[in-house]
T-cell receptor
Framework: SQKIEQNSEALNIQEGKTATLTCNYTNYSPAYLQWYRQDPGRGPVFLLL?????KEKRKERLKVTFDTTLKQSLFHITASQPADSATYLC???????????FGPGTRLSVLP | DSGVTQTPKHLITATGQRVTLRCSPR?????VYWYQQSLDQGLQFLIQ???????AKGNILERFSAQQFPDLHSELNLSSLELGDSALYFCASSVEQKGEKAFFGQGTRLTVV
């Protein structure tokens, strides 16, 4: 079955810097990959979706890349702010066209 | 506000009991997903329904069951509860069955004592 890894359990960066989070998967390449944000005790919030034929997607200060050769997605937050502190989750289909499962998440802390 | 409503927000019950968690999806969404998140654990996919029919099953225990009704709301039934079932249970909905751009409710926090 598909295994999803996210680069680190926790990441601390200084305010104003760019945070880069990694999502790696092991088996087949999914048709799309999603990134969500989760604050403690709250439900995940959808941020971005990138499809297999897209190399990059942007939304305001967020950027996602998708490399099917490396089986990896990178999630960037530029000009990071303390309000960006949260757990970021990548999610991809369980199997082609199927519903989705989440990676373990990376807890990002942006320090003022 | 995601548009997904889960009730109740909190539930405290004793071991061995049975509870029902309810989810109303966003208007127009046909897919409903249930996830379990234990303390400091990741989101574990339980089950998915699409337009009333079961579409996929994850790591759902036999003591747990779910259904989606004609009005598209869904219920997750947890029986013979154990201490280890204490967790946040999230419902999510999406327009299609592929799970793109899902919207999550605020969760039901279940505590089994």
């Amino acid at each position: 079955s598909q295994k999803i890894e996210q680069n680190s359990e926790a990441l601390n960066i200084q305010e104003g810097k760019t945070a880069t989070l990694t999502c790696n998967y092991t088996n087949y390449s999914p048709a799309y990959l999603q990134w969500y944000r989760q604050d403690p005790g709250r439900g995940p919030v959808f941020l971005l979706l990138i499809r297999e034929n897209e190399k990059e997607k942007r939304k305001e200060r967020l950027k996602v890349t998708f490399d099917t050769t490396l089986k990896q997605s990178l999630f960037h937050i530029t000009a990071s702010q303390p309000a960006d502190s949260a757990t970021y989750l990548c999610a991809l289909p369980l199997s082609y066209g199927q519903n989705f499962v989440f990676g373990p998440g990376t807890r990002l802390s942006v320090l003022p | 506000d995601s548009g997904v409503t889960q009730t109740p927000k909190h539930l405290i019950t004793a071991t061995g009991q049975r509870v029902t968690l309810r989810c109303s999806p966003r208007s127009g969404d046909l897919s409903v997903y249930w996830y379990q998140q234990s303390l400091d654990q990741g989101l574990q996919f339980l089950i998915q329904y699409y337009n009333g029919e079961e579409r996929a099953k994850g790591n759902i225990l036999e003591r747990f069951s779910a259904q989606q009704f004609p009005d598209l709301h869904s219920e997750l039934n947890l029986s013979s509860l154990e201490l280890g079932d204490s967790a946040l249970y999230f419902c999510a909905s999406s327009v299609e069955q592929k799970g793109e751009k899902a919207f999550f409710g605020q969760g039901t926090r279940l505590t089994v004592v």
